[in-house]
């Protein structure tokens, strides 16, 4: 990870930045609010990319960090440490914020009031010729699992090393780049027969 300082050098961060000091973690879990703003500065960017990629609308975006550090604070006394950062904590509350959002959010419309939907958006084909490779990635993503999707996630989207990426989900780095082989072969056999 790097950061560039006010006198535009950049500077390379330890990975132990990726997670506050636990000092910072106990005072928060005591109630020290400010230790919890510590804790949001340091990590709400990489939260709110996470979330983007998942939901593809900033507003949205914005709206589901908010919520998952509301639910951080109320959460934090139940933190406790099991060989995954911080961040790590916060990833899994933000996957479960989306599938919450998901669940609630999905389209419903009353059978009298479906007529003339299909007018309002675009055609079948104008779809298929603007989007058929996206569509198809993203549909041949759904069929990997969790951990291969939030691997693919931090790498390509956050732009993490494997190291990186190994210590916010508490696994070495062989094991991050198994998963990410294994998911980009899979990745590719199942565009390979969506496409042929």
């Given at each position: 990870?790097t950061?560039?300082?006010?006198?535009?050098?950049?500077?390379?961060?330890?990975?132990?930045?990726?997670?506050?000091?636990?000092d910072?973690?106990?005072?928060?879990?005591?109630?020290?609010?400010?230790?919890?703003g510590?804790?949001?500065?340091?990590?709400?960017?990489?939260?709110?990319?996470?979330l983007?990629?998942?939901?593809?609308?900033?507003?949205?975006?914005?709206?589901?960090?908010?919520e998952?550090f509301t639910?951080?604070?109320?959460?934090?006394?139940?933190?406790?440490?099991?060989?995954?950062?911080?961040?790590a904590?916060?990833?899994?509350?933000?996957?479960n914020?989306?599938?919450?959002?998901?669940r609630?959010?999905?389209?419903?419309?009353?059978?009298?009031?479906?007529?003339?939907?299909?007018?309002?958006?675009?055609?079948?084909?104008?779809?298929?010729?603007?989007?058929e490779?996206v569509d198809?990635?993203?549909?041949?993503?759904?069929?990997?699992?969790?951990?291969?999707?939030?691997?693919?996630?931090?790498?390509f989207?956050?732009?993490?090393?494997?190291r990186?990426?190994a210590?916010?989900?508490?696994?070495?780095?062989?094991?991050i780049?198994a998963?990410q082989?294994?998911?980009?072969?899979?990745?590719r056999?199942?565009?390979?027969?969506?496409?042929?």
């Open positions: 990870m950061v560039t300082v006010a006198n535009m050098h950049t500077v390379a961060l330890p990975l132990d930045t990726l997670a506050p000091i636990p910072v973690i106990d005072r928060a879990r005591n109630g020290d609010a400010a230790a919890f510590e804790i949001y500065d340091t990590h709400v960017d990489s939260v709110y990319r996470y983007l990629y998942r939901v593809r609308e900033p507003s949205d975006a914005e709206d589901l960090t908010s998952v639910r951080a604070f109320a959460n934090v006394h139940r933190y406790r440490w099991q060989g995954k950062s911080f961040l904590w916060l990833y899994t509350i933000a996957r914020a989306v599938t919450d959002r998901r609630r959010d999905r389209p419903t419309v009353e059978l009298d009031n479906a007529h003339g939907l299909a007018e309002e958006g675009p055609t079948a084909h104008d779809r298929a010729v603007l989007g490779e198809a990635l993203r549909g041949a993503v759904k069929h990997l699992t969790g951990e291969q999707q939030e691997v693919l996630v931090l790498r989207v956050d732009d993490l090393s494997s990186e990426v210590d916010i989900l508490g696994k070495n780095e062989g094991a780049r998963l082989f294994r998911a980009l072969g899979r990745l056999r199942i565009l390979h027969d969506q496409l042929t």
